[in-house]
């Protein structure tokens, strides 16, 4: 009998390739395991972004009668949103609010509250509210005066006090202060840090190039003080800005304008005479009506009728975000109506996002409110210090074009409209402004950096041929050429003629008349007013209802905001009631990392490399005028 054939033997394989093979599936291993922890923590992320919304739908508070409007906004006023919709969210769920507060949000809540029959009256916490400015504060205090006069009271505490906060919550009632708080108004100060010494230690060298007495936006990189013609011009508008801020707390407080500003000039010895204690100097000057603590607030509310809230404890309130959350659509969406644009921030070329103003994406706004059937007047809100010429440029003519097609156009300045922000302004049918906008500097200036210095510090020299006297005449490596220096200056004189004669047509004035008012110089509303440069005081409203007269809307017409689009998720973010989304899944111990709200603060700044591009001059209109 045969016996069967010995079994194979499997072939070995050989030994590099069998690494290789175990390389493969671990590596393959790895990009699964990476996929699979991305794709479940950003379903996980979505899951809890849809609970927060079920949960802030089902088991969020309501508004009901009696209660009180908490104001407590926290972080910077602004005209809109410059944090994304995603980021908001994230951080509402990481513990770390947004550190932002609409305008529009802030003075909408104050209108409504106003007719709604649930709320009595507006507990204002302004402690935690930044403003880079007085106007928009103005406006905010507008709303709580016509609050008051429906006649429910609003009633202002604080921990403690700054000088614009103040000017907010002197709109109150009442007035209280913590006991241990403080509240210290200095004035008005404008020091800027001044870098030519640095500069020439570096070998830097910055050439400017400017038209205008008072254009001293770039005086830091080519002097190491501010000189006499812009401390000048800085005295008489901060001045004038002092003088709106004294005449108006002296009113709402009902005390001597010429008594407030000796007690603010004479403060060491004030201060001194209540032994440093600042709540009591607030008292006794009449800045406040009393001092409490927290508990006692609310004790003096619940005297005053106010419920109790959630299990005896506390008052019956519900917040900002929450009420504005709640507020409905006000008419209809589909009517005829003013269309606002917000320009706010730097203006600079190309598309920006949302908190700064792009010569592309501004401009892509305006056109498409304009082409929109349901505008038939348009609002643009500007609060800008300027920026760059000829992305200014780009708004200004969509505002004109508007203008051409039968739509009226009101410009409603913010806290400031200087320099470019007056640029994109000055076509418009009215300009209207508050008594503490910061506006004009109408004027331009270029800058153009070489670096030679620089090179032959670090043993580096340039040099070479061309094949004219122009060729490479804007080399960097190489010092500027007297002759290069004259056609700079030509380009800036242009550019300052456009500035005035565009000015003088459109407010129907002589060039010198412009001219004499311009330089460069920097103006209060109210100063403006005098001079022609703005038509009325007023805020954002008046400005709305200027646009519907002179488009002859009726009563009723809707107000719409002409915003970059969002994306459906986008739009399923900013719906959400964030308040109780978050406070329901808080209180299931969900939480993210605090880090996640802050990512897109950890990239540096680089706004001012951007700005100054190399081997080009750098021509702005734009205006460094923001006290502290």
Known sequence: ??????????????????????????????????????????????????????????????????????????????????VEPLQRALAGLSGEAPKQVQLRDLIGAIDAAAKDSRITRIVLDASQLHSGGFAALREVGAALDRFRASGKPVIAWSPSLDQYQYYLAAHADRVLLDPKGELMITGLANYRLFYKDLLDKLGVQVHLFRVGQFKSAAEPYILDHASPAAKEADSF????????????????????????????????AKIASTNGDLAQLALDEHLIDGTATRAQLIEMLRKQGVPAGKKGFGIREVGLA?????????????????????AEGDIGAGRRPPGSIGGESTAALIRAAREDKHTRALVLRV???GGEVYAAEQIRREVALTRAAGIPVVVSMGDVAASGGYWISMNANRIMAEPNTITGSIGIFGMYYSVPGTLAKLGIASDG?????????????????????????????????????GVAKARGKSFDAIDAIAQGRVWTGRQALQR?????????????????????????????????????????????????????????????????????????????????????????????????
């Open 1 to 82: 009998m045969t016996s069967p054939p010995p079994l194979r033997q499997p072939r070995q394989p050989n030994g590099f390739w069998a690494f290789l093979r175990v390389f493969g599936r671990g590596i393959n291993g790895v990009r699964l395991v990476i996929i699979n922890v991305v794709f479940f923590g950003l379903l996980g992320l979505l899951l809890l972004l849809v609970l927060g919304l079920y949960a802030g739908r089902h088991a969020g508070q309501e508004v009901v009668d009696h209660s009180v409007l908490v104001l407590q906004p926290r972080g910077q006023l602004v005209e809109q949103y410059s």
């Open 383 to 385: 609060d800008s210090p």
């Open 237 to 268: 508008w901060m001045g004038g800005l002092w003088d709106e801020y004294i005449d108006e707390v002296a009113k709402l407080r009902k005390i001597d304008p010429a008594a407030l500003r000796a007690d603010i000039d004479d403060l060491p």
């Open 465 to 501: 041929v061309a094949t004219g006297p122009m060729a490479g005449a804007f080399d960097i490596t190489r010092p500027l050429d007297p002759k290069v220096g004259a056609v700079i200056q030509a380009i800036i004189n242009k550019g300052y003629r456009d500035f005035v004669g």
């Open 322 to 342: 929450r009420y504005v959350a709640d507020l409905p659509h006000q008419g209809n969406a589909f009517a005829p109506g003013v269309t606002v644009v917000v």
């Open 532 to 628: 022609g440069l703005v038509d009325q005081l007023g805020g954002l409203d008046d400005a709305v209802g200027e646009a519907a007269k002179l488009a002859k809307l009726a009563p009723g017409y809707p107000v719409r905001y002409e915003e970059a689009p969002l994306s459906t998720f986008e739009h399923f973010l900013i719906s959400m009631k964030q308040n109780a989304m978050v406070t329901t899944l808080q209180g299931y111990g969900i939480h993210l990392p605090v880090w996640v709200a802050q990512v897109n603060a950890m990239a540096p700044d680089l706004a001012l490399l951007r700005r100054a591009e190399p081997g080009k001059p750098n021509v702005y209109a734009y205006c460094f005028c923001t006290p502290h």
